[in-house]
């Protein structure tokens, strides 16, 4: 169509001129197609979500001499510390770590000329039963500052896919639901968001969870190393999805 408008104008107007009415025309026409949004449809919105027990528990250790009543040094008490962890079946290459490698053993100032050491690390577990015994081995040793830093849910990415997956059935559900109220039927879709994707992680970071990890919770006051609990995080999705009315 748009070769048989331009060809009786060939004769008249100047190549320049042709191209920019090619292009309008061009123009004119995309904006005469319909989009999705002319054609009728229904749209609807549904979330899922769960609770997972976190399985990676990040506790940051830190020793220093100011804490150490005995005479013991910080590099002894990190031997002592470490020896302590493997009697627990804990694998200290793989899951001890120096926080800040390149000023690993820092040093501060108490009283003028005063100088202690210091050296802080992260140990990761698995569940809060070896947590439990990790802090309990701690305590016997004299370790007096253990945090829980914060937890993590390994298959995160796995249960957010398939949480998706059931609030997306969940949104096509709703809209066949409304649509035979008013005796339409719902046909294929023609738009799904992922509207909002939440979950309580980092999980635990935030002065709400922290717990001090050496017998007593900022929340609930005393607790026992050896029957810790862990708090559950909630992860939630959101989807937003259009579909065909017929």
């Given at each position: 169509m748009l070769a048989t408008v331009m060809?009786?104008?060939n004769k008249i107007l100047p190549m320049k001129q042709l191209l920019i009415l090619a292009a309008l025309l061009i123009l004119s026409n995309s904006y005469g197609q319909k989009?999705?949004?002319?054609?009728?449809?229904?749209?609807?919105?549904a979330k899922a979500d769960t609770l997972v027990t976190p399985d990676k528990l990040y506790l940051d250790i830190l020793l220093t001499e100011k804490d150490i009543k005995s005479r013991k040094t910080v590099d002894e008490m990190e031997h002592q510390m470490e020896d302590k962890l493997k009697s627990l079946g804990i694998n200290t290459q793989e899951q001890l770590f120096v926080n800040?490698?390149?000023?690993?053993l820092k040093r501060y100032l108490l009283k003028?000329?005063?100088?202690?050491k210091s050296k802080n690390f992260t140990l990761i577990v698995y569940d809060a039963k070896t947590a439990g015994l990790a802090l309990a081995?701690?305590?016997?040793?004299?370790?007096?500052?253990?945090?829980?830093?914060?937890t993590e849910y390994s298959r995160h990415e796995d249960l957010n896919l398939q949480l998706k997956i059931k609030a997306t059935l969940k949104a096509k559900k709703h809209a066949v639901a409304m649509a035979a109220a008013l005796n339409q039927k719902v046909g294929s879709a023609i738009m799904i968001s992922d509207a909002a994707?939440?979950?309580?992680?980092?999980y635990m970071a935030g002065a709400e969870s922290t717990v001090i990890l050496r017998g007593v919770s900022s929340i609930t006051g005393d607790i026992g190393p050896?029957?810790?609990?862990?708090?559950?995080?909630?992860?939630?999705?959101?989807?937003?999805?259009k579909f065909k009315l017929e």
């Open positions: 060809q009786p104008l989009t999705f949004i002319d054609a009728p449809y229904i749209e609807s919105t800040d490698l390149s000023s690993s003028q000329n005063d100088i202690k081995a701690l305590e016997d040793i004299g370790v007096a500052n253990v945090w829980l830093q914060k994707s939440t979950s309580s992680a980092n050896t029957n810790l609990e862990i708090q559950k995080v909630k992860i939630q999705v959101v989807v937003n999805a």
